[in-house]
């Protein structure tokens, strides 16, 4: 494996060692699940009175662990913590935060097939999403750090006052802001705890991690990470427990000075204005829904486009923000391509994700289990006709899991609301049109911007680069239509209601998010005018010296001025004056009397 990088593109075709690692860990895993875990608070474990049961999607009667059912005592403590560990923690150099952060991300590394193994059980990806997930975390964090070191920790000089006789000097210094909220989603519970704590921390915040509570147990994996690389008490501390309670009190707690969510855009935009209900303004960083287009032009490589639109579509059974869930094609290749989709699609295993042969996991929960049945309800209702899927599995293992179909819709006219709506669920729309133009006016026509795909030729492609509403865009990928972003890679996140920060994750400006700007002007006498000063000092100091007789003799004193004499000189002086000063009022008066003559009111 030392020649292998794993990431979302590369995962297809992984070496053997991948798969051994994660078969071993996951025997191990089964025979040790069900163990109760605490929130950890102030470097501590912190255990509730109630509790939840975490089970898998894959399995319902496998309960893979005890979790705290936090509230908002918990939540307060939490934010105390964090509040009496900053100042600290945002003195300690940033190089030593670096080191640290570095430190767990190398921890993260080493545990790959643990983690990979619980990711599957509990989130239900398969395998090789899995290791992706825990893989893109160590990179997130590692990128948060070289950007820092980078950068030198963000201390730059700017230019200096031209001021004469001193030196003054400008340093713009980036700082963080204190104690920053992260709550996480179900589907990256990883990578999208991991990227933003990283960033806090090397930035020198504290954090509060808050994840679903359907993924609880695996971000607890991930906060035993923080810990066991040294992270000192209070900088990070995580808490678990409902949205509506636990998770509403750390929204409202004005001692929160930033958060980071991940989730939809109806939670997202509620967040948004509670946080507007302050006392000052907080920075908040919103990473929301997708509504992600494929656009295949006639002059497409159909094979790379079917490839690239299943893998989007499907990977982890749609529950991603950044799925492939329409698929816009010019009428000349449509029936071609419609042809392939369905022909693959019906290849795909759907089973337990720690099968080496399973591509489709089951879905995360109930709930959206009863959303695929009542979505493909809806489909049928209005005439959409399922090329693929469109049921629930029944029969076997499936009767214990959330298991559904990959599901891909054609005949749902443009105008129906599920082109629009983010249904997070195998079930994605394929549409016809005449030309590119109506493609491109389709796929801009949503209230999302996050990602997007194009198959064509190069001078199309180039075209749909300058057209396309999205913070990721792809073109001819077979790896993936509208997926599979990598720090370093391709930095991710959202234009309008997929994101609100402008700035994209695993990139050049993600770090920066988590800090404001302080400028620090320093004037001094300059260094010359001192010496000057100093100078004239010494010399009014040192007595004169004595001249040889005959020699640079002084000039002879002129006797006094008179004082009458005097008087006579300076009336005469302000004399002149005087009628001088008449003479120039005079000159004024008489242009300012021609200048308003030719005003225009």
């Given at each position: 494996m030392a020649d292998f990088k794993l990431t979302y593109g590369t995962m297809f075709n992984p070496p053997e060692d991948l798969h051994t690692g994660f078969d071993k860990a996951v025997t191990q895993l089964k025979g040790n699940l069900g163990k109760e875990y605490g929130m950890i608070i102030d470097g501590k474990d912190m255990f509730a009175d109630e509790k939840f049961e975490d089970y898998s999607p894959v399995n319902t009667e496998w309960m893979l662990a005890r979790m705290q059912k936090g509230n908002a005592t918990h939540a307060n403590m939490a934010i105390a913590a964090a509040r009496k560990a900053f100042p600290a923690w945002s003195h300690t150099p940033w190089k030593e935060r670096v080191r640290l952060v570095r430190k767990a991300s190398a921890l993260i590394e080493q545990r790959i097939f643990a983690l990979g193994a619980a990711m599957a059980l509990e989130v239900g990806k398969n395998r090789m999403e899995s290791l992706g997930d825990v893989q893109e975390t160590a990179d997130l964090m590692y990128y948060s750090a070289q950007m820092m070191e980078e950068n030198d920790g963000f201390i730059k000089a700017m230019g200096k006052d031209p001021l004469t006789g001193y030196d003054s000097t400008n340093t713009s210094v980036l700082r963080p802001y204190g104690v920053w909220l992260i709550v996480s989603p179900f589907n990256f519970p990883f990578a999208l705890t991991g990227g933003p704590t990283g960033a806090a921390l090397v930035a020198g915040n504290t954090v509060v991690i808050k994840p679903a509570s359907d993924t609880a147990w695996i971000v607890r994996l991930y906060a035993e990470c923080l810990r066991d690389a040294g992270i000192p008490e209070g900088v990070f501390n995580f808490v678990t427990g409902p949205g509506s309670t636990l998770g509403q009190a750390l929204v409202d707690n004005r001692d929160v000075d930033g958060a980071t969510f991940t989730g939809s855009f109806d939670v997202g935009m509620k967040l948004y204005r509670d946080f507007a209900q302050r006392n000052y303004i907080r920075p908040i960083i919103l990473e929301l829904g997708g509504k992600n287009p494929a656009i295949v032009s006639r002059n497409a490589n159909l094979e790379d486009a079917a490839t690239g639109i299943y893998r989007s579509a499907f990977g982890l059974q749609g529950q991603k923000c950044s799925a492939a869930s329409r698929v816009i094609v010019e009428e000349p290749v449509y029936d071609e391509l419609v042809?392939?989709?369905?022909?693959?699609?019906?290849?795909?295993?759907?089973?337990?994700?720690?099968?080496?042969?399973?591509?489709?996991?089951?879905?995360?929960?109930?709930?959206?289990?009863?959303?695929?049945?009542?979505?493909?309800?809806?489909?049928?209702?209005?005439?959409?006709?399922?090329?693929?899927?469109?049921?629930?599995?029944?029969?076997?293992?499936?009767?214990?899991?959330?298991?559904?179909?990959?599901?891909?819709?054609?005949?749902?006219?443009?105008?129906?609301?599920?082109?629009?709506?983010?249904?997070?669920?195998?079930?994605?729309?394929?549409?016809?049109?005449?030309?590119?133009?109506?493609?491109?006016?389709?796929?801009?026509?949503?209230?999302?911007?996050?990602?997007?795909?194009?198959?064509?030729?190069?001078?199309?492609?180039?075209?749909?680069?300058?057209?396309?509403?999205?913070?990721?865009?792809?073109?001819?990928?077979?790896?993936?239509?509208?997926?599979?972003?990598?720090?370093?890679?391709?930095?991710?996140?959202?234009?309008?209601?997929?994101?609100?920060?402008?700035?994209?994750?695993?990139?050049?400006?993600?770090?920066?998010?988590?800090?404001?700007?302080?400028?620090?002007?320093?004037?001094?006498?300059?260094?010359?005018?001192?010496?000057?000063?100093?100078?004239?000092?010494?010399?009014?100091?040192?007595?004169?010296?004595?001249?040889?007789?005959?020699?640079?003799?002084?000039?002879?004193?002129?006797?006094?001025?008179?004082?009458?004499?005097?008087?006579?000189?300076?009336?005469?002086?302000?004399?002149?004056?005087?009628?001088?000063?008449?003479?120039?009022?005079?000159?004024?008066?008489?242009?300012?009397?021609?200048?308003?003559?030719?005003?225009?009111?």
């Open positions: 042809s392939r989709l369905k022909e693959i699609t019906n290849k795909l295993v759907i089973g337990d994700p720690t099968e080496r042969s399973t591509y489709l996991g089951p879905v995360i929960n109930q709930g959206s289990y009863n959303d695929f049945k009542n979505y493909t309800e809806e489909i049928n209702q209005a005439g959409g006709k399922f090329l693929t899927g469109g049921h629930v599995k029944t029969g076997g293992i499936y009767d214990k899991g959330y298991f559904v179909e990959p599901t891909f819709v054609t005949d749902l006219p443009f105008e129906h609301r599920l082109w629009q709506h983010e249904m997070f669920l195998p079930i994605s729309t394929i549409g016809k049109v005449q030309n590119l133009d109506e493609a491109i006016q389709i796929a801009n026509n949503v209230n999302y911007g996050l990602t997007a795909g194009f198959y064509g030729s190069p001078s199309e492609t180039e075209w749909f680069f300058d057209n396309i509403e999205a913070g990721v865009t792809y073109a001819n990928r077979p790896q993936g239509a509208t997926t599979g972003a990598w720090p370093g890679f391709q930095p991710f996140g959202g234009w309008k209601g997929s994101g609100a920060s402008g700035k994209n994750g695993g990139g050049y400006y993600y770090v920066q998010l988590y800090m404001h700007e302080q400028i620090r002007t320093l004037v001094k006498p300059a260094a010359a005018s001192a010496a000057k000063s100093n100078g004239k000092a010494a010399a009014m100091r040192t007595p004169p010296k004595k001249l040889p007789k005959g020699k640079g003799k002084p000039p002879k004193k002129k006797p006094p001025v008179k004082k009458k004499a005097v008087k006579k000189a300076v009336k005469k002086i302000a004399k002149k004056a005087t009628t001088k000063a008449a003479k120039n009022r005079r000159a004024v008066n008489s242009h300012l009397r021609v200048t308003s003559s030719n005003q225009i009111d």
